[in-house]
């Protein structure tokens, strides 16, 4: 739902059908709730909300306004169990609402309850949810956005993304929109239409910088994936101009330069990603990869060697970070253990670009 769920829950209050015209008016805690809800103060929403469910189970304000908190606080957690039990409560929560109010038409409900299936990946009836949600907002974006992942879900790709089109016809500035439908592409290996369909939305670029860094991180993700490395280097240059401060960006535009035989920018730009604390396990073993690289290029095996066996660590599944490895062992003379990791790369899956 992300943060705009707060703005979707009071339209929600104040169209429901079955609730006395003053009701939201006339109930001082209903007031309460919705300013600690503008305020983010969702735990203490999500306390008192509960508290007065006891006594009054089935009214339709409270179950909503106890659910929407349940699923920003659900958002904030990093244990994955917490979270899931959090979107569970809160698709209670929902379908409690929907059980007082069967012939409700508020297709935010829907979008609600699709959310909480997709979070548990209950595909197919989250997809029923946001059948309903469209039926009853045919002009709503997360309507259609949900039912793109819905469907994604169900690996019915091309659906999907003529599901996160029309979304994307609704907010057509929508980047984090544009990311979804090529995700379905690349998902398709349909990697050429996938860039076809970014360059069209160069007109469609948000006035937020941050946001067009984004929409020319995906594009450079395109040229990569069609191994048109200098396009790929002008599209990342433009998205760390937008936003110098992104970590994943340095980690992207050292891999890139690597690409591209730019072996000190590289090193230089691999070791500015590392320094931020905030960067991804993926990206910084990218790096890492990309330091042990060099260092080997140099004649360094055994600081290339640990280097890259530092990057293994961190993410076991990259095939380049194995194929590497075994590079580096041999040339340090550790045959036997390259032999080893020789038998897990052939255990991986291979890119059907390679």
């Not at 001082?28 to 919705?34: A, D, G, H, S, V």
């Not at 929409?215 to 240059?237: H, M, P, W």
């Not at 993926?282 to 330091?291: E, F, H, N, Q, Y």
């Amino acid at each position: 739902m992300g943060s705009s769920f707060v703005k979707i829950l009071l339209v929600v209050l104040v169209g429901l059908a079955p609730v006395p015209q003053d009701a939201s008016s006339t109930d001082p805690r209903i007031t309460e709730l919705n300013a600690a809800m503008q305020k983010g103060q969702f735990l203490d929403v999500l306390k008192k909300g509960r508290a007065i469910l006891i006594k009054q189970p089935t009214h339709p304000h409270f179950l909503l306004i106890t659910g929407a908190a349940c699923i920003e606080l659900a958002r904030t957690l990093k244990d994955s169990e917490a979270k899931i039990q959090a979107y569970a409560e809160a698709e209670n929560l929902f379908r409690r609402f929907v059980i007082v109010n069967p012939q409700h038409n508020n297709s935010k409900v829907e979008q609600s309850l699709a959310r909480c299936c997709l979070t548990r990946e209950d595909w197919k009836n989250a997809k029923k949810h946001a059948a309903k949600a469209i039926q009853l907002s045919p002009s709503s974006t997360m309507a259609h956005r949900v039912m793109g992942e819905s469907l994604s879900g169900l690996k019915i790709h091309k659906e999907a993304i003529q599901s996160y089109k029309k979304a994307l016809a609704i907010t057509p500035r929508d980047v984090r929109l544009m990311q979804l439908v090529q995700d379905e592409y690349h998902s398709l290996r349909r990697y050429a239409e996938a860039l076809s369909f970014l360059l069209k939305q160069q007109d469609n670029l948000p006035a937020n910088n941050r946001e067009t860094a984004t929409f020319y991180q995906l594009l450079y993700r395109a040229y990569v994936s069609l191994n048109d490395v200098e396009n790929a280097q002008v599209a990342i240059s433009k998205a760390v101009s937008l936003n110098p401060k992104k970590p994943t960006l340095a980690s992207e535009m050292a891999l890139n330069l690597y690409r591209l035989g730019r072996s000190e920018d590289s090193r230089l730009w691999a070791k500015k990603a590392l320094t931020y604390q905030t960067l991804n396990n993926d990206s910084k073993a990218i790096c890492l990869r990309i330091l042990g690289q060099l260092l080997s290029h140099e004649g360094k095996y055994q600081e290339g060697l640990l280097a890259l066996e530092k990057s293994f660590q961190i993410n076991p599944d990259d095939r380049s970070t194995v194929i590497a490895v075994i590079a580096a062992l041999r040339r340090t003379g550790q045959e036997e253990r390259a032999q080893e990791f020789l038998k897990k790369m052939n255990e991986m899956p291979t890119d059907p670009r390679e």
